[in-house]
């Protein structure tokens, strides 16, 4: 099993004064049949550098939850912590995917407009992915409609609105749907995850 950092969502618990770093378990099981284990990385910045540059890690993947902060969302240390984690993995080639906000993240980085969509908040989908229909679920209200280099599109809905992403030439991917909440996984999206993050197919 390979090593990947996971980035985790803010859920704010006003009855105890807390904000606190969560993970749907969902997520470990999909990684585990991906044969991946996650390290879950806090949203402070320098444990999560930290996590990132003791354990081995093969990449890192952004996770879903929480609206970026410029979108109105209430988490900005999450901000801060993917936008350092982006700079760190970059210049050392490391595999980035990300999962709906993870996505954005990676679109906010290079200036690819994101607004309100409506119609995107949904168990069941049919979206083309590289030009073959698929059925993906889908749970965000924000999204961008076009797109520019070096930001390829490879999936898309009918009404426009980009549903996956990939760098011409860096390991940067991103898709706006959550593989981990199938059931059972999707085969396409474990052999995604596995294509992106070098894990050799079982015999």
């Known amino acids: 099993m390979k090593a990947v950092a996971v980035t985790q969502r803010v859920s704010i618990v006003p009855a105890y004064g807390e904000r606190r770093d969560c993970l749907d378990q969902r997520w470990t099981r999909f990684l ?10 806090p949203n402070v910045v320098e444990t999560a550098l930290a996590l990132c540059e003791t354990t081995g890690i093969v990449g890192l993947l952004l996770t879903g939850g929480n609206d970026l902060a410029g979108l109105g969302g209430d988490a900005p240390e999450r ?21 709906c906000r993870g996505m954005q ?13 409506d119609g995107h908040v949904t168990e069941r989908q049919v979206i083309r992915i590289q030009g073959e229909l698929q059925e993906v679920n889908s749970f965000h209200r924000f999204a961008a409609r076009d797109s ?8 898309v809905a009918d009404d426009g609105v980009v549903k996956a992403i990939r760098h011409s030439d860096q390991p940067l991917t991103g898709i706006m749907w959550h593989p981990e909440r199938f059931a059972p996984f999707s085969r396409a999206d474990v052999a995604l995850f596995r294509e992106v993050f070098g894990v050799a197919c079982a015999r």
């Open 148 to 155: 520019r280099p070096p930001l390829d599109i490879w999936a």
């Open 79 to 99: 901000d801060a912590v993917e936008n350092t984690l982006l700079d760190w993995a970059g210049p050392r080639g490391l595999p980035v995917l990300g999962v």
């Open 105 to 117: 993240v990676i679109q906010q980085r290079f200036a690819i407009p994101l607004c309100r969509v």
């Open 32 to 41: 585990a049949a991906c044969g991946l284990v996650p390290i879950l990385l």
